[in-house]
């Protein structure tokens, strides 16, 4: 259903037009409400460290989540102290617990731990098992930044992934991430379209960071000449398989060649299914059956194929959730971003001129 929607919402079909006038009420509504915060009116959380906002305005993934960790590298490797934060829940019998607020999820001495990483959303437990950055998740990420600050006072810069229309957290630098592929499909808000904001919202985000990534859902490709924030393109690359239940590591020449004339199943759980299974294509991966889940789906024993699966390949997101069950068979493609020096030196100035305003504001205080 998820697959039909997003290639639906290329094109601008009966079904997208009765929907408009849903849409520009849902416009209406998405730009009265960031007016409040920009007047003053809806409380806004501010702290004294930058704040780097990594998120999107499309539905569906666009690979925020392998930019956060890019960033964060990036910023460890200029001398910074990074702390992630990012929208969470714990299962508890496998249910989401609206009610608890902050967890950490990465190894934080004289901290809480949370025991079983399949507990916390996928992005917290990925990101946790990919950084020695102190990860944070709560259901509000306001609450999340001050309970990291508060465990990790030294820490003087904050990635949040996702959360571009959190506004009732105060961001210093905004990069939104675009799909490539899909682009910002037939130009409309939702439900006729993809949008959660209008395509003008990009005039106000620091730069755009477009994942040209192989994966066509029935998208034309985004024409990045006339955005009007600073762009620069990602590609997912460097790519290794991981055994889930022994943690071999192999380069994809040698999995090519020690699967060769296995029945490979992929299954994924992510934003965008499609663009992992043409991924493993682009590959050289020859996969006999695929199948797509929900994004951020709980995955269990009962969801991994039959005994007609020799090897079954996932995503690194899916697969931290699947580690108490996992079998000989299952390994996931881990991956990383690739971006261009302009970018890295791009956000290093960027966050300089914060840094600078920080400290004259912290004078007149």
Known sequence: MEAWFLREWQRNGPWQILLRPLSWLFALLAAARRAL?????????????????????????TGKTPLVLAIVEQLAGAGYRCGIVTRGYVRTNAVRNAAAVTHIVAPAPGGDIVSDISDVSDEAALLASRTAAPVFAAVRR???????????????????????????????????????????????????????????????????????TIGHVGGSGLDTTELPAPSFSMRLGNES???????EELGVDEVLRRFAGKRIHALAGIGNPQRFF????????????????????????????????????MTEKDAVKCGAFADERM???????ALPAAFGEFLLNRLSEVKKHHVARSKVA
Request: charged fraction near 20%; charge should be neutral.
């Open 278 to 313: 043409a991924h493993l294509g682009r590959l050289g991966v020859r996969v006999a059956a695929s199948r797509a889940f929900p994004d951020h789906h709980p995955f269990v024993a009962a969801d991994m194929p039959g005994g007609d699966a020799d090897i079954v390949l």
């Open 331 to 337: 390994w996931f493609m881990r991956v990383d971003a």
């Open 142 to 212: 306001a609450d999340a930044v001050r309970a990291l600050l508060g465990a990790f006072p030294a820490t003087d810069v904050i990635v949040c992934d996702d959360g571009l229309q959190h506004y009732r957290l105060h961001r210093d630098i905004e990069i939104c991430v675009a799909d490539g592929a899909r682009g910002f499909g037939n130009g409309q808000v939702l439900p006729a379209g993809p949008l959660r904001e209008p395509e003008t919202r990009l005039r106000s985000v620091d730069a755009v960071v477009v994942n040209r």
């Open 37 to 61: 915060f920009r007047a003053g009116l809806l409380k806004v959380a501010r702290f004294d460290v930058p704040v780097i906002v990594v998120g999107n305005i499309t539905v569906g993934g």
């Open 241 to 247: 398989f991981v055994a889930l239940a022994h943690g």
